[in-house]
């Protein structure tokens, strides 16, 4: 079966940095493309970033893409968001999404799994 599991979140000050990481597992990971969606309460997931299987080409939403970006280490399995300079309309809870078996694009949806998420708060 197919796991993701987030971890890195927590509650930062505004102008802090947080590195979020989804280990992955069940899956040939670098077949697959990988995504970061954030939740703010009483919406619906809201794409953040994503990065095709190989790494080489990425999505990043335009509101945060000076301050955030999206890796992967294929030999983990992981795949992580840095984020820095954070505010606290970033505050949501950020999960980790794959799409299984697509070409080598970062693609804004269609994402069959999901992590249970990580919670970001940023806050003074």
């Known amino acids: 079966q197919v796991r993701l599991v987030e971890s890195g979140g927590g509650l930062v000050l505004p102008g802090g940095s947080l590195r979020l990481s989804c280990g992955a597992s069940g899956l040939t990971f670098a077949n697959a493309a990988m995504a970061w969606f954030r939740q703010f309460p009483g919406k619906r997931r809201e794409f953040v970033a994503a990065i095709g299987g190989s790494g080489r080409s990425t999505r990043v939403l335009e509101s945060v893409k000076d301050r955030f970006r999206i890796t992967r280490d294929n030999a983990r399995s992981t795949v992580y968001l840095q984020m820095n300079n954070l505010k606290p309309e970033d505050t949501a809870l950020y999960f980790c999404?794959?799409?299984?078996?697509?070409?080598?694009?970062?693609?804004?949806?269609?994402?069959?799994?999901w992590g249970q998420g990580t919670q970001v708060t940023v806050s003074s």
């Open positions: 999404g794959a799409e299984l078996n697509v070409r080598d694009v970062p693609n804004f949806d269609g994402y069959n799994y």
